[in-house]
């Protein structure tokens, strides 16, 4: 717990702290915060069983050292041992028999917020005291976050998000000023990298999925194929099930691999800009290697 923080900090005094730190930049910012302002805190992830490999890594050899070691939560009654499905994500959607949906997103609710819910009770049940839960939201990433504000009372916590005036280039200043190297998938062009892939991924982030890790498009593929079987085993001729929803009006339902071919296309022409989303990427961050001219000593 923090003690003997002054000034607008002072409410946090007696009170167990909580940050969510996802591996991306705006959770990676909000640790460097507290840490510079001498906030004692316990970094916790969430772990839908649906994140790419390097975020665990990423996790595990850089915030980790950073931070001190994580309180990892997950619903446990997605992550039964089945050979067959991998626990999180992939056992949520055989439990319900769809992929998660703008109008039913049980993801979010069953993988993220419902497992931090029944920590933070426990916290609060054990210690006495209601915890505080810092999440690293910036207003600027939707309309939906800019209406948000800074403290919200809920059951379980205070809610507090710090960042939520920041720019985007005050989170990465403050990478830099600490030196620590972001998630490597932004590096590579990703533009977040929250989920491996979200439902709601814009169109260049499924053309950059497709492009570097074909592999993930195959197995969402495959996916699709086994939940579809299993609707239609429950309920004979019920509709085939899409990991995206159609991205266009005149088609109802699009699969992974139809989703793929429409975001590599833009009035009729085919795109392929993996190379400038990379150098946007390392551009954005500072970190790119700028090549050597004829003639430069």
């Known amino acids: 717990m923090n003690e003997g923080l002054t000034g607008e900090l002072e409410w946090l005094n007696g009170r167990p702290l909580y940050?969510?730190?996802?591996?991306?930049?705006?959770?990676?910012?909000?640790?460097?915060?507290?840490?510079?302002?001498?906030?004692?805190?316990?970094?916790?992830?969430?772990?839908?069983?649906?994140?790419?490999?390097?975020?665990?890594?990423?996790?595990?050899?850089?915030?980790?050292?950073?931070?001190?070691?994580?309180?990892?939560?997950?619903?446990?009654?997605?992550?039964?041992?089945?050979?067959?499905?991998?626990?999180?994500?992939?056992?949520?959607?055989?439990?319900?028999?769809?992929?998660?949906?703008?109008?039913?997103?049980?993801?979010?609710?069953?993988?993220?917020?419902?497992?931090?819910?029944?920590?933070?009770?426990?916290?609060?049940?054990?210690?006495?005291?209601?915890?505080?839960?810092?999440?690293?939201?910036?207003?600027?990433?939707?309309?939906?976050?800019?209406?948000?504000?800074?403290?919200?009372?809920?059951?379980?916590?205070?809610?507090?998000?710090?960042?939520?005036?920041?720019?985007?280039?005050?989170?990465?200043?403050?990478?830099?000023r600490y030196n620590v190297r972001p998630n490597p998938l932004y590096l590579g062009g990703a533009s977040r990298v929250g989920c491996y892939p979200c439902i709601f991924a814009r169109k260049n982030e499924i053309r950059h999925l497709a492009a570097t890790a074909p592999e993930r498009v195959q197995h969402i593929a495959a996916l699709e194929e086994r939940v579809t079987a299993l609707r239609q085993a429950a309920t004979p001729g019920a509709a085939q099930a899409t990991f995206f929803k159609s991205k266009r009006p005149d088609v109802a339902k699009m699969n992974i691999r139809e989703v793929v071919e429409w975001s590599r296309t833009k009035g009729g022409e085919v795109i392929d800009d993996l190379a400038e989303q990379e150098e946007q990427g390392c551009m954005r961050w500072g970190l790119c290697e700028v090549p050597r001219q004829e003639g430069d000593e």
Request: proline share 4%; net charge negative.
């Open 19 to 176: 940050a969510s730190l996802s591996g991306g930049k705006d959770s990676t910012a909000l640790g460097l915060w507290l840490k510079s302002q001498g906030i004692k805190f316990t970094p916790v992830f969430c772990d839908t069983g649906w994140e790419h490999p390097a975020t665990y890594e990423y996790i595990a050899t850089v915030l980790e050292p950073l931070f001190g070691a994580f309180t990892v939560v997950r619903n446990e009654k997605l992550f039964q041992d089945d050979p067959e499905w991998v626990g999180g994500m992939e056992q949520g959607i055989r439990k319900f028999k769809m992929f998660s949906s703008g109008r039913h997103r049980w993801c979010s609710y069953y993988l993220k917020v419902l497992p931090a819910q029944n920590l933070l009770a426990e916290v609060q049940y054990t210690t006495g005291r209601k915890p505080v839960s810092a999440v690293g939201i910036r207003g600027a990433e939707s309309a939906s976050r800019a209406k948000m504000t800074a403290t919200e009372e809920q059951d379980e916590a205070t809610v507090w998000r710090p960042l939520l005036n920041w720019t985007e280039s005050e989170v990465i200043e403050l990478h830099a």
